[in-house]
């Protein structure tokens, strides 16, 4: 595809619920990021992947978060039992050596 | 650890007008920094950068000076117009990490 894509675009959860958002990185990039964009803020890294190995998640606010990347293409953020504190815009990025980070159009979930 | 302050907006403007929107960072080495651009609906877009000191991005019309000196990196644009409307955010990367640090975005409106 011409861009990085996410999915779902919207996503209602009620608390306790888990939640997978998926991200589909432009084909060859190496570098997968994840963020979290509160609102009215600026996004705050979750995690980095490269190719299939996760190399930072200290973004990660709880235990409650997990990602993974098994190819080294498409990646999953899975949120277990949801909280109202996890409402938020979702972002996925990919890269490739020095052209800088492509950004998806977000996920929006918010926890009921 | 690195953190990246910008102009509180928001800033509206009318067509034509000179543009600056602020930004400093604070950063342990020797950041790579960025703008980036959310246009209403769409998603983070970068809009340009710059990896050492005294080194200009230039893009569309907008230009940031890397000024190690004062830790700045403000945006700037001679004559905006409406499509200029957008949120802007300022971010950097540190040393070989990749990872994204944002302020928290300055929204932009000009009116005609």
């Known amino acids: 595809g011409a861009g990085v894509s996410q999915s779902p675009r919207y996503k209602v959860a009620k608390r306790g619920q888990d939640v997978a958002l998926r991200c589909d990185p432009i084909s060859g990039h190496v570098s997968l990021f994840w963020y979290q964009q509160a609102l009215g803020q600026g996004p705050e890294f979750l995690t980095y992947f490269q190719n299939e190995a996760q190399l930072d998640k200290s973004g990660l606010p709880s235990d409650r978060f997990f990602a993974e990347r098994p190819e080294g293409s498409v990646s999953t953020l899975k949120i277990q039992r949801t909280q109202q504190e996890d409402s938020a815009v979702y972002l996925c990025?990919?890269?490739?050596?020095?052209?800088?980070?492509?950004f998806g159009p977000g996920t929006r979930l918010t926890v009921t | 650890g690195d953190s990246v302050t910008q102009m509180e907006g928001p800033v509206t403007l009318s067509e034509e007008a000179f543009l600056t929107i602020n930004c400093t960072y604070t950063a342990t080495g020797y950041p790579s920094l960025f703008w980036y651009v959310q246009y209403p609906g769409e998603g983070l877009q970068l809009l340009l950068k710059a990896t050492k000191a005294d080194d200009k991005g230039s893009n569309k019309g907008f230009e940031a000076t890397y000024r190690k000196e004062t830790t700045s990196f403000h945006l700037e644009k001679g004559s905006v117009q409406v499509s200029d409307s957008a949120v802007y955010f300022c971010?950097?990367?540190?040393?070989?990490?990749?990872?994204?640090?944002f302020g928290k975005g300055t929204k932009l409106t000009v009116n005609p």
């Open positions: 990025a990919s890269s490739s050596m020095l052209v800088g980070q492509y």
């Open positions: 971010a950097l990367s540190e040393g070989g990490s990749e990872k994204l640090v």
